[in-house]
C-alpha cells in the first residue's frame, strides 16, 4: 500500500493527525524513497511527518530532503523540538546545515546541542568554506595498535553506533596521531587467526589530506586513489576525522557545477536555479555580460580604427566573422582542454612549456586547414558570377588571387594565437591563484575576437602595401 501512496493520501494522514501512519510510512521505506514521497509537501508538513517517525529514522529522511527543506524546517519549528534532529546528524552534514539557516537560529540550536557535538560542531565551524576540515566527519573508528584481530572487531562493534562508516579503520598513538590502516575485510579475512596483533596486519603507509587543504584538491586524490574514505590530519599529524566517497561526489559535484556556471560566465550560483531570487540572478549573470559587453565594445573600437583601411579594400569586411570565429573557437577549444586537464591534475604548472609547444603545434597544423579552405571560400565568393554576367559582390572592388592570400595567412595567424591564448591564460590564472574556470570561453572569445581584428587588419595593411609597391 505504502509503495502505491499518493501525495494527497500523505497530505490527508498529515492532516487527520494519524501518527500511527504517518510512522508506518517512515518505517517501511528507505529513507530516501521517503523524502521522495515528500517531495512536494511544505516544510511544516514534512516536520509533521518527521516528528511522527523514530528519531534514528528522523535524522536519514531528513538527511535526504533537499537543502532548502532542511534549512525552512529548522528556521520556522521551534530549536528545542528540532535540536535533538540536528544532534543525529552526521557531523559533516550538521555543520552544513547550521551555516545555512539564519544566524539567529543557529545562535540558537547551537546552545541546545548535547556537549559532545556541540564542541564538534563548534570546531568544524572554524575551518573555512572548501576546505577538507569543513567537510569531513570527526565520526572514525580509532584503533590501538596493541589489539589483536579479535579486539579490534570487539572495539568497533562497541564504536559503530556512532560511526558513519567502519570499512576502514585507523590506527592510532596515545596522542591521536595516525599509525596506520586496517580495513574491515582484513579482520574479518583474518577472523580465523583472531590472536594475530593488527600491528602485522596493518597499512602503515597511509594517505591522508590536511584539514586546510582545498576540497577539490582532496576529491582529486580520493579519485585518483579509489578511496572510499581519506583521513584528515593536522600539521602534527593528529587524526581529525574522515572525508567519506558520498561526501565527495557532492564536492565533485559542486565543483563541475561552479565550472559549468564559469564556462558560460555566470558567476556561480549559492543556491539551485530555481530557489534564487530573480534579481541575485539577474546579478550574477549581469555583472559577467557587463564585462563581456565592455569586451565587445573593444573589439568595435579595434574595428573603428581600420575604418580608413576597411573603405580602400572594402572586400575584408567579408571575412571578419570567419576570422574571429575562427580564433575564438580554437582559443575556447583549447581553453576547455587545459582547464578539465588541469582539474583531474594531468597537466600542472611546470608542464607549460608542453602546453606552449603542443598549442603551438595545433595551431600550426588546424590553422593551416582552415587557411586551405579559406582561401577556396574567397576565391569562390569573390569570383562568382551570375549567368547574366553580373558579379555576386560587385559591391566590392574586385582583388586578385594574390590579394586574397590576406584569408588564409591571417587564418593561421588567428588560430596559433588563439590556441596559445586558450591554452596558457587558464595555466596564467592558475599560477596567480584564481581559478582556472574563470577563464571560460566567453572571456578567450571576447580576447581573441580583438587580436583576431588587429591581426587581421595589420596583415592585409601590411601585404596590400608590399603589393602595390612591388606593382
Not at 579475512?189 to 597499512?203: E, R, V
Not at 609547444?357 to 574567397?378: H, N, P, Q
Not at 588567428?414 to 584564481?434: A, D, K, N, S
Request: net charge negative; aromatic share 8%; with cysteine.
Amino acid at each position: 500500500m505504502i509503495n502505491t501512496l499518493l501525495l494527497p493520501e500523505l497530505r490527508e494522514m498529515i492532516a487527520n493527525g494519524d501518527d500511527d501512519g504517518l510512522r508506518e510510512f517512515a518505517s517501511a521505506l528507505h529513507p530516501a524513497r521517503a523524502a521522495e514521497f515528500m517531495e512536494g509537501l511544505s516544510a511544516h508538513e514534512a516536520w509533521q511527518v518527521l516528528r511522527a517517525s523514530d528519531a534514528a529514522k528522523q535524522a536519514e529522511i531528513f538527511g535526504f530532503l533537499p537543502d532548502a527543506v532542511q534549512v525552512e524546517i529548522v528556521e520556522t519549528v521551534a530549536p528545542r523540538e528540532t535540536s535533538p534532529l540536528v544532534a543525529d546528524l552526521p557531523a559533516d552534514d550538521r555543520v552544513d546545515l547550521i551555516s545555512d539557516v539564519h544566524p539567529d537560529v543557529a545562535e540558537e540550536v547551537i546552545p541546545l546541542l548535547p556537549a559532545a557535538e556541540r564542541r564538534e560542531t563548534l570546531q568544524l565551524l572554524e575551518f573555512p568554506e572548501g576546505t577538507a576540515g569543513s567537510v569531513m566527519t570527526t565520526e572514525v573508528a580509532r584503533l590501538d595498535a596493541s589489539l589483536t584481530v579479535h579486539e579490534a572487531l570487539e572495539e568497533i562493534a562497541r564504536q559503530s553506533q556512532d560511526l558513519e562508516t567502519v570499512y576502514y579503520n585507523y590506527i592510532v598513538d596515545d596522542e591521536n596521531r595516525l599509525q596506520g590502516l586496517i580495513s574491515a575485510r582484513q579482520l574479518v579475512t583474518h577472523f580465523g587467526k583472531s590472536d594475530t596483533p593488527i600491528a602485522d596486519l596493518m597499512q602503515r603507509d597511509v594517505v591522508s589530506v590536511k584539514a586546510t587543504d582545498d576540497q577539490e584538491t582532496v576529491a582529486a586524490k580520493v579519485a585518483n586513489f579509489d578511496f572510499i574514505a581519506i583521513p584528515v590530519v593536522d600539521d602534527q599529524h593528529h587524526l581529525l576525522g574522515i572525508i567519506t566517497h558520498d561526501d565527495i561526489i557532492d564536492v565533485l559535484r559542486e565543483e563541475a557545477t561552479e565550472d559549468a556556471h564559469m564556462a558560460a560566465a555566470v558567476d556561480p550560483l549559492d543556491d539551485s536555479y530555481l530557489a534564487t531570487h530573480w534579481f541575485t540572478l539577474a546579478w550574477k549573470r549581469g555583472m559577467w555580460l557587463g564585462i563581456l559587453f565592455f569586451a565587445a565594445l573593444l573589439t568595435a573600437l579595434a574595428l573603428q580604427k581600420y575604418e580608413t583601411d576597411f573603405q580602400r579594400v572594402s572586400w575584408l569586411v567579408l571575412f571578419i566573422p570567419l576570422v574571429i570565429s575562427s580564433g575564438g573557437n580554437s582559443g575556447s577549444q583549447s581553453a576547455t582542454l587545459v582547464i578539465t586537464a588541469m582539474t583531474n591534475g594531468d597537466v600542472t604548472l611546470s608542464d607549460w612549456w608542453r602546453v606552449v609547444k603542443r598549442e603551438l603545434l595545433m595551431g600550426i597544423c588546424l590553422g593551416g586547414m582552415l587557411a586551405a579552405a579559406g582561401y577556396v571560400c574567397a576565391i569562390w565568393m569573390l569570383n562568382d558570377y551570375r549567368p547574366d554576367g553580373s558579379n555576386v559582390v560587385e559591391m566590392f572592388e574586385q582583388p586578385s588571387s594574390v590579394d586574397m592570400l590576406v584569408v588564409p595567412i591571417t587564418l593561421v595567424a588567428v588560430v596559433i594565437c588563439g590556441t596559445l591564448c586558450g591554452g596558457m591564460l587558464p595555466m596564467l590564472f592558475r599560477w596567480l591563484g584564481l581559478d582556472p574556470a574563470l577563464m571560460s570561453n566567453p572571456f578567450v572569445a571576447g580576447i581573441i575576437d580583438i587580436a583576431g581584428i588587429v591581426i587581421y587588419m595589420n596583415v592585409a595593411v601590411l601585404m596590400l602595401e608590399t603589393l602595390e609597391s612591388s606593382g
